[in-house]
């Protein structure tokens, strides 16, 4: 597929970071979300290629030693050489980025729109409606680092995108407290918990120690009834 990529096609070439939101955690943490980062039209392009053309799965997962369908499709692309990503007992084929140029544009603007990040995997989500979801999780695998940060670029349904803190208790992220009665949650306070909702051809960075003091979720919507896709660059280092 030949598309230029543009970003936001203002004259003004800080345009698309002009409603940038940058949100500090506390403790290193801290969030920035540029709503406008692709410009309408190619994002809709974009989103077409992507949902015909990327060849998505739906693993099994073992969560908690039980076996479940993932809430949502998949799609892994790295650079060659590098660890295996695994996760929830799960190992995705690693494909190449030379099998989607287009990938590698949005790579591109990416990297150009954060200077200095150098991301080398791909971790590609879709979902195809409110019932699709990622559940509270932290991106804390060892292959990261300590401190990975991760840019998270949205296509098509509008879908929230929800952080909150983790618990004294579990600092492993081992935390679940939607599954515990209301009696048992923790209550925490507003500075404990952000949402933002991902615009179509919005980006998001996670940075610092997001991974390790925070978690995120993409909750399950009932109105959303059109598909959202999902692509979040990382950096793997090498052993
Ligand atoms: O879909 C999203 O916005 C988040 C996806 C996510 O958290 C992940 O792939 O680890
Ligand atoms: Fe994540």
């Known amino acids: ?34 709503p406008k980062f692709l410009a309408y039209d190619v994002a809709w392009e974009f989103f077409n290629y992507l949902d015909n053309h990327i060849p998505w799965t739906r693993p099994t997962l073992r969560v908690f030693g039980r076996s479940c369908l993932q809430p949502r499709d998949t799609c892994y692309v790295a650079s060659a050489g590098l660890p295996d990503l695994i996760y929830s007992g799960y190992q995705p084929h690693a494909h190449s980025w030379d099998d989607f140029p287009l990938l590698k544009d949005i790579l591109d603007a990416v990297h150009k729109m954060l200077p200095g990040s150098t991301f080398n ?53 081992q935390e679940r407290s939607d599954e515990k009665p209301p009696s048992k949650r923790f209550k925490k306070s507003s500075q404990d918990q952000h949402n933002f909702t991902l615009k179509h051809g919005s980006l998001l960075v996670m940075k610092g120690n997001t991974q390790r003091d925070w978690l995120h979720s993409v909750p399950k919507r009932a109105k959303a009834e059109t598909t959202r896709i999902n692509l979040t660059f990382r950096r793997v280092l090498l052993d």
């Not at 979902?127 to 296509?155: C, M, Q, R």
């Open 1 to 34: 597929m030949s598309l230029m990529l543009k970003t936001n096609p203002s004259t003004n070439p800080n345009e698309n970071t002009k409603k940038t939101q940058i949100v500090d955690l506390g403790n290193g943490s801290s969030v920035v979300y540029v």
């Open 121 to 173: 995997s791909l971790l590609l989500n879709r979902y195809k409606g409110g019932n699709d979801y990622v559940g509270w999780h932290s991106d804390d695998e060892k292959l990261y680092g300590a401190t990975p940060e991760i840019a998270s670029v949205s296509f098509g349904c509008e879908r929230d995108f929800f952080l909150k803190k983790k618990s004294c208790k579990s600092p492993q992220g």
